[in-house]
């Protein structure tokens, strides 16, 4: 049963607008949330994290908001640059990490 | 600093036939280590995990094994590979005890099984 789910499997953004991505949990017990990035054959690398204390994190280009009550959150990426281009996986933290199947974005020029 | 490899980088293998991917990490003691594989199309998929020598946890029913002979050695096998094994796989690991569960990948093999 896949308790983290991103619904868009791939997205299209023109370079330099936003990017926003989804990713939706079912486990409350869930309290750390992590972005990867994924360029293909190699392994993902860690991008951002969120705890459950908070609503928002920011680094640089990247901010992961949170909302608990509705087990949501989202990558935005402002602006978004081609190199941005690669499928990002959210996964929230248990004994391992639960992720999701990932979304592909194209950043365009 | 820390590092993980991973060989080979690929592999192509009959159906049958055995396999075995290594994983090891430098720069930490006592690391918690996992195996994932992304098949075509699809998401991460944890396949074992293990928080020290000799102790393994499956997370999927499958004809893969894994096991850890030494703290920072983690080694996926096969004695009979299928179609269905194809995939990438992928080995991280994770500091010990950390509360948060932030996991650092290696740069994955990839499994082509014809």
């Known amino acids: 049963d896949q308790q983290v789910k991103q619904n868009s499997p791939s997205l299209s953004v023109q370079e330099g607008r936003i990017s926003i991505l989804n990713c939706d949990y079912t486990n409350s017990m869930f309290d750390y949330f992590l972005w990867y990035k994924k360029y293909p054959a190699e392994g993902p690398t860690f991008l951002i994290s969120i705890s459950s204390i908070k609503d928002k994190n920011e680094d640089g280009r990247f901010t992961v908001f949170l909302n608990k009550s509705a087990k949501h959150l989202s990558l935005h990426i402002v602006p978004s640059q081609p190199g941005d281009s690669a499928v990002y996986f959210c996964?929230?933290?248990?004994?391992?990490?639960?992720f999701g199947k990932g979304t592909s974005l194209l950043v365009t020029p | 600093s820390q590092t993980i490899h991973q060989w080979p980088a690929t592999l192509v293998q009959p159906v049958g036939s055995p396999l075995s991917l290594e994983c090891t990490v430098e720069g930490t003691s006592n690391p918690n280590l996992y195996w994932y594989r992304q098949a075509a199309g699809r998401g991460l998929q944890l396949l074992f995990y293990?928080?020290?020598?000799?102790?393994i946890s499956s997370e999927v029913p499958q004809n893969l094994s894994a096991s850890r002979p030494q703290d920072r050695q983690f080694i996926l096998s096969s004695k009979k590979l299928l179609l269905s094994d194809s995939g990438f796989y992928l080995c991280?690991?994770?500091?010990?005890?950390?509360?948060?569960?932030?996991?650092?990948f290696g740069p994955g093999t990839r499994l082509t099984v014809l």
């Open positions: 991280a690991w994770s500091v010990w005890l950390a509360y948060y569960n932030e996991q650092f």
């Open positions: 996964a929230a933290s248990g004994y391992a990490l639960n």
């Open positions: 293990s928080v020290g020598i000799g102790q």
